[in-house]
């Protein structure tokens, strides 16, 4: 009896200690949670073309983002995070796969997909147990690119999309019902969902009350109602009583230069305007808010997510973890610069620019290098290569070591090389060599990127003008560019284009046939002069360029495409071959990962013709379902009645 009284008492006397000792051990349990894998939950946000300053935590003026505010208010804000590339693709490949463009390979987008040699998050945390979504927003995204690789659900499918001249794309409303019907489905399981929003990119056109409450900047508008839509999906996670032991993290892709250094949108230079991101880890429980200000990467999201989710990252990674700074660091030791990249100056004729971040410098590789001192100078209008020479050469020998260090074998990294397409086209004569992936090379006596911005400026305007089918002022802004630069390839290409839209035939051979003669070898040229005469009836003559253009460059789809269209459909059966087109076809959906409509439907065309009417039926049906329902609705009717035929064993030609 004595013995349990004092028992009692005991444990009554301890009770306080007890109590006590117990929330210390829930307490680390639950910081082990976070750091031994317990980290049940990833809700992992990215806002396209999202500048860090526009943020209300950033430092706007005005409330944008009072939901990431609070998530900031409870995580880890990093004040000095930074993209890799400020284009869409890129940018994201890096986000998921954690490594730079070098290794990646994705340097713009629509031009490169994501090789499946890269593993992305979700494929590192599948085998972990988790069920994994994308719900992405704009057609950059298309599955097509790659960057689906291991993701149970990749939604890229825009049933009540809009077009705009850059692709189709969807509103926040609607990529955040889809992410959170999923969440709900598979809220008891381990899951992973990436959302990407892609509202404050161009047009911007924010929805009321945003577009008033913002009225004069509507970029901040579309930024606000981005916000909006994120306090929707913390609101879910609570609801679902899931919010506590989710890791969220929000993170721009790229900025918007809105104007700074002659810069309308981005993609064409990497400073802070269009590489500076918001970047915010909240973890799972709650903690005090921690401003980190040591500058870090987008690559560094992976590692870290691994760490917390206690998966071993792949050897290809080379983001850091910021693990670290959650545990109180200040400082991290960096086994490579924060970089970034772009590539589009090259569409010039000018170097691309590569820079580095170290501390409060950015050190920018070009013909006329940049070094800039971010925290005295954050407008990045006094360039100090000259005089910090020295910091300027220790930044670009860690940029050039990293970029050697980064860049794979190049038969490594690119879309099957090796397959048995690939070999054929060899046989058929349309495959030289392998083209060379890879490393930059730099040219000190090639233009700088900074004397060609009003080329660029010019030249997209062009292409948005053809797309609004605006051809007179397309036009004239082509005359403007010939009257600077007289020899610019891709404007006599444009002007091709423009002539050929308003059924001018003459002007346009005229001007593709100029720009071949200042550049022989330019495959562009080539594939869009067979697309002129193809569309006016000259099917051999196209057939010839089409090969032309293949032999020069053989890894354009639309070029194979083409041309398969033509060997499987063409009216006149002397221009049809079959077998060569099933070839040309295959190796179209190869480059797209068999996920493009209009190469799936010319691929089914091409069976047809070769009398393989089950494969036909089945591509067709691939195709239907792949066509998006914005842009793609006639072609969706076309293929319909195309499936008809090749059910009833015909094949499908063009009439005369
Ligand atoms: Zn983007």
Same mark, same amino acid.
């Given at each position: 009896m004595n013995k349990q009284v004092s028992e009692r008492q005991w444990f009554s006397r301890r009770k306080g200690v007890l109590a006590a000792v117990i929330l210390v051990v829930v307490a680390l349990l639950t910081w082990r949670g976070v750091s031994a894998g317990k980290v049940r939950h990833i809700v992992f946000i990215s806002l396209d073309t999202c500048r860090a300053d526009y943020l209300s935590c950033y430092g706007f003026g005005k409330n944008t983002t009072p939901n990431i505010d609070r998530l900031a208010d409870e995580g880890i804000l990093f004040a000095n995070a930074y993209s890799t590339v400020p284009l869409t693709m890129p940018a994201h490949s890096s986000m998921l796969t954690g490594t730079i463009p070098p290794r990646h390979g994705v340097r713009n987008n629509h031009e490169n997909s994501l090789a499946k040699s890269n593993v992305t998050l979700a494929e590192m945390l599948g085998p972990e147990g988790f069920v994994s979504a994308a719900v992405v927003s704009s057609s950059v995204l298309g599955a097509k690119f790659g960057l689906g690789q291991g993701f149970d659900m990749y939604n890229d499918r825009f049933e009540n999309g809009r077009s705009r001249w850059h692709g189709s794309e969807r509103i926040a409303a609607e990529t955040t019902r889809i992410g959170l019907e999923w969440l709900e489905l598979n809220k008891g399981r381990k899951c992973f969902l990436f959302l990407h929003y892609y509202d404050p990119h161009r047009n911007f056109e924010p929805p009321e009350p945003f577009k008033t409450r913002f009225a004069g900047n509507s970029y901040a508008g579309e930024i606000a109602y981005t916000d909006h839509h994120i306090g929707k999906v913390v609101e879910k996670l609570k609801q679902l009583g899931i919010y506590d032991s989710s890791l969220i993290i929000v993170a721009g892709d790229h900025g918007e230069m809105l104007g700074e250094h002659g810069e309308e949108s981005h993609g064409y230079y990497i400073y802070s305007g269009a590489v500076k991101v918001p970047l915010i880890f909240k973890l799972p429980g709650r903690r005090k808010a921690v401003q980190i200000e040591e500058p870090v990467s987008l690559i560094d999201i992976v590692r870290t997510v691994c760490n917390l989710t206690g998966v071993e990252a792949p050897s290809a990674v080379q983001g850091e973890d910021l693990g670290r700074f959650f545990r109180g660091g200040k400082t991290i030791e960096r086994q490579n610069s924060v970089y970034c990249e772009t590539w589009l100056p090259e569409a010039y004729q000018a170097n691309n620019l590569q820079g580095v971040i170290s501390g409060q410098w950015q050190y920018i590789r070009s013909s006329r290098e940049e070094l800039y001192n971010l925290a005295e100078d954050p407008a990045q209008s006094k360039n100090l290569a000259v005089e910090q020479r020295h910091q300027a050469r220790t930044l670009r020998d860690s940029l050039e070591r990293f970029v050697e260090d980064s860049v794979r074998d190049a038969n490594e990294a690119n879309f099957g090389m090796n397959s048995r397409a690939m070999q054929q086209l060899k046989a058929l004569g349309y495959v030289s060599g392998a083209g060379d992936e890879g490393m930059v090379e730099f040219d000190p006596d090639l233009p700088d990127a900074k004397d060609l911005i009003e080329l660029h400026v010019a030249g997209r305007l062009v292409a948005r003008s053809i797309y609004e089918k605006k051809h007179k002022m397309a036009e004239s802004v082509c005359m403007e560019i010939f009257s600077r630069w007289p020899n610019h390839v891709e404007t006599y290409i444009q002007m091709g284009k423009i002539a050929s839209a308003v059924k001018d035939y003459g002007r346009a051979v005229e001007y593709l046939e100029k720009g071949l003669l200042i550049e022989p070898e330019n495959s562009k040229a080539h594939t869009e002069y067979a697309v002129v005469l193809a569309s006016h009836g000259h099917i051999g003559q196209a057939i010839e360029r089409y090969e032309r253009s293949l032999r020069i460059e053989p890894d354009q789809s639309l070029a194979l495409n083409n041309l398969a269209w033509i060997k499987a459909t063409a009216a006149d059966p002397v221009y049809r071959d079959p077998?060569?087109?099933?070839?040309?076809?295959?190796?179209?959906?190869?480059?797209?990962?068999?996920?493009?409509?209009?190469?799936?439907?010319?691929?089914?065309?091409?069976?047809?013709?070769?009398?393989?009417?089950?494969?036909?039926?089945?591509?067709?049906? %691939?195709?239907?379902?792949?066509?998006?329902?914005?842009?793609? %609705? %006639?072609?969706?009717?076309?293929?319909?009645?195309?499936? %008809?035929?090749?059910?009833?064993?015909?094949?499908?030609?063009?009439?005369?």
């Open positions: 077998k060569e087109a099933v070839v040309l076809a295959v190796r179209a959906c190869e480059l797209t990962g068999f996920t493009d409509s209009s190469v799936l439907d010319t691929l089914a065309c091409a069976y047809a013709a070769a009398g393989r009417f089950g494969e036909a039926v089945d591509v067709a049906q %691939q195709a239907i379902r792949r066509a998006d329902p914005v842009e793609h %609705q %006639q072609a969706i009717l076309r293929i319909q009645k195309r499936l %008809q035929l090749f059910k009833a064993h015909s094949p499908y030609h063009e009439e005369q």
